[in-house]
């Protein structure tokens, strides 16, 4: 069994947001999608779903991200519990 970064997807109200990936970024989601649905027995339905909890993910696990942050002033984000916590 892999053991993957992402755990459970939280369905949250989402912000509309476009953005543009290269092909190989896409088939790179999709193959992460069909993974994380076999590891986690929640299939993926859609792999753009995935990227949302990816970036928070990322974002969460960041020093350099929350050093900056801490410094600013500026704490978490109000309601946050942190990546695929729900609140």
Do not use: C, W
Not at 4 to 9: F, P, Q
Not at 31 to 43: F, K, L, N, S, V
Not at 67 to 78: E, H, L
């Amino acid at each position: 069994m892999a053991k993957l970064k992402l755990g459970a997807i939280a369905d949250d109200k989402p912000v509309k947001v476009t953005v543009e990936l290269p092909a190989s970024v896409h088939r790179d989601l999709v193959a992460y999608a069909e993974i994380h649905g076999r590891e986690t027995g929640q299939p993926v339905g859609d792999p753009v779903r995935l990227i949302a909890p990816m970036i928070e993910r990322f974002m969460a696990t960041d020093r350099g991200f929350a050093k900056s942050r801490r410094g600013s002033g500026r704490g978490s984000r109000a309601g946050s519990t942190g990546p695929n916590t729900p609140s």
